[in-house]
């Protein structure tokens, strides 16, 4: 534990909070805006699944672009410093050393998950909802945007090892932003090819269209995906952390 609060304390002058305070806050009053506006058009179908498709559709922008600028942190000020032959005379595991890296990112990242978790009763009681919280909701939810998160920070951690320059890894997290943002355009089979698509479809609901109609609708993922999504994430950490250790330094 002692390795990950070390790269804590590294971050401590990186602005790593601030970015992760500017993302979260645009995301929340966007989707406060967004959900006020759905329900005063259309006052039927209000509901907490509303809300949580919402923020599921939100991540598939914001969380690619927000993990690629937090490892992209994390892993930039070694090279900037020139400390990576300083971190190899230590008697550090470099096995170690990339997982307390994956591990200062994935904890970040969990704690937006969970402030957006916390959102989304805040949006709901303020747009008048009564109906009880859907906990078993929320914690898939929570549990599905975290499982693609993981994912993704292991492939930008690999590439952010692997490129010097940090500006391939961001252009990465933007080009993952845009096609989760468009997921749903694609056909199925593309989809599941691009792991920044799955914050849709790991989402506990999702939107129906019929008879001219839209409707909220909870969906039962299954186990397929998410054991595949485990599967390509292990993938991906296992080839970074190899790279960290082969690294001539």
């Known amino acids: 534990m002692h390795v990950v609060a070390l790269e804590f304390f590294k971050l401590r002058r ?27 058009r259309n006052p039927d179908s209000a509901g907490w699944e509303g809300i949580i498709t919402t923020f599921s559709s939100m991540n598939g922008l914001f969380l690619p672009i927000l993990s690629a600028i937090v490892v992209s942190r994390i892993v930039d000020m070694e090279h900037k ?9 230590l008697a550090v595991n470099r096995h170690l050393l990339f997982a307390a890296k994956y591990g200062c990112a994935a904890s970040l990242l969990l704690t ?9 009763p805040g949006i709901g009681w303020a747009n ?3 109906a009880p919280i ?5 914690f898939r939810f929570l549990a599905g945007t975290m499982l693609v998160n993981l994912v993704i920070i292991a492939l930008q ?18 080009v993952g932003g845009f096609f989760g943002l468009t997921a749903d355009l694609f056909p199925v089979f593309v989809r599941r090819l ?10 506990p609901v999702t939107l129906r269209y019929g008879d001219d109609t839209v409707r909220f609708v ?13 599967l390509v994430g292990a993938a991906l950490y296992l080839a970074g952390s190899l790279h960290l250790s082969r690294k001539d330094i």
């Open 14 to 40: 990186r602005r790593v909070l601030s970015m992760i305070v500017l993302f979260l806050g645009v995301e929340i009053l966007w989707a406060s805006i967004s959900v006020s506006s759905s329900f005063t």
């Open 157 to 174: 951690q690999w590439v952010s090892l692997a490129v010097r320059n940090q500006a391939f890894g961001l252009c990465l997290g933007m």
């Open 112 to 120: 937006v998950v969970l402030l957006q978790t916390f959102a989304i």
């Open 218 to 230: 909870t969906q039962e993922v299954g186990w397929i995906l998410p054991t595949a999504l485990l």
């Open 128 to 130: 008048g909802l009564e």
């Open 134 to 138: 859907p906990y078993e909701l929320l």
């Open 194 to 203: 691009l792991i920044w698509s799955n914050y849709t479809a790991l989402s």
């Open 81 to 89: 410093g020139e400390t990576w032959r300083l971190l190899g005379a």
